[in-house]
């Protein structure tokens, strides 16, 4: 019995599936439904002749199919025919309507779907109308209905303001969830800002007044210790304006703030001289004359990536010697940073960092539509090498001067190519 009673139940779901898909489906295959009813029921109480039934049935029922795209037409059309009906007299003794029952209820539901869907002047005409119609054809025991037509209007509107606000709560109700979901982004961004602040800022200006002060507080600094203190004051001050345009945009929503200029390639020189000036064992070839005509993000890309890979060398490989290679020419800005095997070991205080920096500047180049590979070298050492996709946009604006180390040779490396190796690490695993 189960199995016979799903069997019966199938064609029964597929009809309300069918139905169900689509609104105008529905009014398509309640048309059809009333097309027949009428043209079987017209002769019951109109005086039609045979030929023009299917004619007469199709004039009542077409209407529903313009109830969901042109209500107020499918009204127009249903209330000139309720209209035809009463001058051509054709209802036979006996019926007290001048119209067939079918085109009545077809009426009434164009009246609903003007209610439901029309623009509240084509609502109040088609109610009006109607009302008038029904008051002046209707006999005088069916004119109640000009009243009841207006309140099945009323619950249409009714119907109609509950959807509208179900909507707009809807829209409200997703505004809200989209709004604390920003506010909670805001107060995220806002939390690691302060924690920026209270850690990294704080301790980069500490070093900035202690490498500013230290001259003045110390006694029989030479000059060499006090060359030292202002590099170290100048590396802490760039790194705190870093800092501070960072914790700019972490605290502003619209990310419009007031910051420094971020570093391009025409940085890349006082880069490598402030990286020599810390203690760093680096040496340098002639740097192309054209890295200020490099895109910006390709500028900042290439910075930061030799940033990362100068600290690399000095955290991991202490002492070694560091060589560094920059060229630009037409398969874009090439930036190669090595260092030789390192003469001691990091000691067990030196900060040797997370890992994730060659990450980042491998996702950096990437960003830029360029490549990153690092690696150990034969030699013991290590390297990396980026190439970065780079046009110089005016090189007749570029600046011809060019930072270069001890052993910078023009005449030996012709067309601008530049030598810039900057290592990373002689133990590998460190990196």
């Known amino acids: 019995m189960a199995t016979v009673g799903r069997w019966a139940s199938a064609p029964a779901r597929f009809a309300f599936r069918f139905l169900t898909r689509s609104p105008e489906t529905t009014l398509f295959v309640l048309a059809a439904i009333l097309f027949v009813i009428a043209w079987a029921t017209l002769s019951l109480t109109h005086d039609v002749t045979v030929s023009l039934r299917p004619v007469v049935a199709l004039v009542e029922t077409a209407p529903l199919l313009l109830a969901r795209i042109r209500p107020m037409a499918g009204w127009a059309i249903s209330i000139g025919g309720a209209i035809g009906f009463a001058l051509a007299d054709m209802a036979l003794p006996g019926w007290q309507m001048p119209w067939p029952v079918v085109h009545f209820l077809v009426l009434l539901t164009m009246v609903a779907a003007v209610a439901l869907r029309a623009r509240w002047q084509e609502v109040a005409g088609a109610v009006g109308g109607t009302a008038v119609v029904f008051g002046l054809l209707l006999p005088e025991e069916l004119r109640p209905w000009a009243i009841g037509q207006a309140l099945l209007a009323g619950v249409a509107l009714l119907v109609r303001w509950l959807v509208l606000s179900r909507r707009q709560l809807a829209i409200e109700t997703v505004s809200t969830q989209e709004e604390r979901a920003r506010r909670a982004v805001l107060e995220e961004r806002s939390m690691i800002a302060r924690e920026l602040h209270d850690v990294v800022a704080h301790h980069m200006s500490l070093i900035v007044v202690q490498a500013q002060s230290a001259p003045y507080r110390l006694d029989e600094v030479g000059d060499d210790a006090k060359a030292e203190f202002t590099s170290i004051e100048q590396s802490a001050r760039a790194a ?77 490989a202490p002492g070694a010697a560091v060589r560094a290679q920059v060229s630009l020419d037409a398969k874009g800005l090439s930036l190669s940073v090595e260092n030789s095997v390192a003469p001691r070991l990091p000691g067990p205080g030196r900060e040797t960092g997370g890992g994730s920096g060659l990450l980042g500047a491998r996702t950096r ?33 570029a600046d011809d001067d060019s930072g270069s180390g001890n052993d910078a040779d023009p005449a030996s490396n012709p067309g601008g190519a530049v030598e810039a190796s900057a290592t990373t690490a002689s133990d590998t695993q460190g990196q």
């Open 240 to 316: 705190l304006n870093e800092v501070r345009a960072v914790l700019g945009v972490l605290r502003t929503e619209s990310h419009e703030v007031a910051s420094a200029p971020v570093p391009g390639g025409a940085d890349l020189v006082a880069l490598l001289e402030s990286s020599r000036a810390a203690g760093l064992p680096l040496t340098w070839g002639e740097l192309p004359p054209t890295l200020a005509s490099v895109p910006p993000g390709v500028g900042l890309a290439a910075y930061r990536i030799l940033q990362e890979s100068l600290a690399n060398a000095s955290r991991h």
């Open 365 to 397: 180049a990437e960003s830029a539509g360029g490549t990153l590979a690092a690696g150990p070298t034969p030699t013991r050492g290590f390297r990396v090498e980026a190439v970065l996709p780079a046009t110089v946009t005016d090189p007749g604006d």
